[in-house]
């Protein structure tokens, strides 16, 4: 019995499902679109967050992503990147928008096994990067239109000098410490200045 770990590998999606040697019918496809269409829940609208600024910087997303990483992100320069998303629409039926709330508690560090390593808990990345779905009508919303988004940006030294022991931010406090909003174009060129700062 071999009990390591198996790092995945990139799926097509035309992977079938089978039962022995014989297909099912149905590929792995079918199971994307079934557990994530609904890009308004919490859980899937944090994960393609994440897939949104990998595509604006340009990260080539040739393996899968790690669930328990200690960052999200990881650009060519060796940037890492935590990123954290927010809506102002749910799923669900509303009485009232939702309060947008970004988790930024320290985490523990884990090892390749899985195992948790004896350091204090941080913030682990360089920097944040905030992304807020701005949009406010369910009858128009569309989380893959990235114009309905919004971006902040912060290093992680300055959220950890203002923010240091907080487990949440909401969006006053953040537009405080960033300033403006950016869009989806834009993050490229902000994650960029830290490498001259």
Known sequence: MDLTDQKPTLKTGKEPLINGN???????????RWSNSDLLSNAARGI???FLVANALGIEIMVPREEWATYDLITKDDITIEVKSAAYLQSWNQTRLSEIKFAIGKTNKFDQNGKMINEPPQRWADV??????AHQDKRTVNPLDVSQWEFYVVETKRLNELC?????????????????SIKYEDIKREIKNFLIM
């Open 22 to 32: 014989t297909p099912l019918g149905v590929s792995l496809f079918d199971f994307w």
């Open 48 to 50: 393609f967050a994440e």
């Open 128 to 133: 944040y990067v905030f992304c807020l779905l």
């Open 164 to 180: 240091s022991e907080r487990q949440s931010i909401s969006l006053k406090p953040l537009m405080e410490i960033c300033g403006k």
